[in-house]
């Protein structure tokens, strides 16, 4: 039986994170005659922060999130032509082309004979699939699971479902809070490697129980084969 | 083996598109002094069908698609307040009580017993989970596919993943574009029941090439288990 390696997806096989960072830059600069970049931040977050029960994860959510946020803070006064800018902004997101990160495409040919490598990732299901494909990546995995949630339920459903040891498995990503706190505290183990933009809404405090031992930090993702000859899970 | 009866779910277990409906109706009536509401109901599904590729199915996207058309169809005149109004219909959707069927939880168990019951759903994911925890029906359910398209190639990715065979598989739905049609012309059965509205988008003109004694119609999903008991599958 092979051991199994699952990778997040976004900013972890892929880049992500920075076309929203893009895209909040050009939102700020759109709409600079209502509001200062900074208050827009803050009000972005906020608003997202109190959408996410409803909207969940994804781009769709965040076009609808961006155009609360100008509504409110330009007290009404953003006019229609500014709103669709915004939806086109959302629209060229989500067929923005797909910039594999360095190094992930060789790590996963030196993993793919020895470990059966699967992705777990969230967001918006037809978005999510949209880039999967569109990374050229699909056919290394052995399964691709998209969640609504990344959290303790969600992986020992996964894991359950595929009947997978949690032994046997070690997941890899760039988020603390969503691919690799979950996993150390239902016992497993997992490689952090940070991207260099987090999602304020992804950030997450060190919690105390959070036992170290079971996830190490890797700078790069061409670092994975060499630490799993010299270290096994 | 128990054979494997899959259910749709918006329209087949519970009361859905009457709920766009009802927003549809709503929305005309909040833009009336803008356009009539026989010209927004045709730019509406046009703008909606145009989204489709980029947005998927779901609530959401339907949101961005009523902005998009009344933005149009104003000339840019619908102002932010009237935005906002869009986009807390779109919200009251996303909570919007769920009234399960007439008959559908006393077919269900009636028919638990003797086969593995599956839902294969397409929407938002986090929605459409929701509803199927709203619904109180979850627990019925052996497996729960959410998907952003029912189409052959999705429901044999299923087939094959659950390892069901398709001789003892029925799928059982309001769609024939989407329950019925894609089963049958994977040499499966299927049973149609009708809901009374369908929507624009899921509209079909019967094929050619559909074998019509591979799905039967019924009024009622009530009428299930004695189809099931005087037909085998």
């Given at each position: ?19 929203f ?22 009000k ?7 959408n996410l ?37 959302g ?38 699939e949209s ?71 992804d ?31």
């Open positions: 039986m092979k051991r199994t390696i699952a990778f997040d997806a976004d900013d972890t096989l892929w880049h992500n994170e920075s076309i960072h893009k895209t909040t830059l050009t939102f700020k600069d759109l709409v600079s005659h209502y509001v200062s970049p900074k208050v827009l931040e803050g972005l977050y906020e608003v997202e922060r109190r029960a409803l909207f969940g994860y994804g781009i769709k959510g965040f076009m609808l999130s961006m155009i609360e946020t100008i509504i409110e803070l330009s007290e009404g006064k953003v006019n229609a032509i500014e709103i669709q800018q915004i939806i086109d902004l629209k060229y997101m989500l067929t923005h082309p797909i910039h594999v990160l360095a190094g992930v495409e060789e790590t996963i040919l030196a993993l793919k004979d020895d470990y059966k490598l699967i992705v777990i990732t969230k967001g918006d299901l037809l978005d999510q880039k999967i494909a569109r990374s050229g990546l699909a056919d290394y995995f052995e399964q691709i699971e998209i969640v609504s949630e990344k959290d303790e339920k969600t992986y020992a459903e996964i894991l359950k479902r595929s009947k997978i040891d949690i032994n046997n498995f070690l997941m890899i990503g760039n988020s603390l809070k969503s691919d690799i706190l979950p996993i150390c505290n239902l016992g497993g183990k997992a490689v952090h490697i940070p991207y260099h933009l987090t999602w304020e809404l950030k997450v405090e060190k919690p105390h129980h959070f036992n170290e031992q079971h996830y190490v930090t890797l700078e790069s993702v061409t670092l994975l084969p060499q630490f799993l000859q010299e270290n096994t899970f």
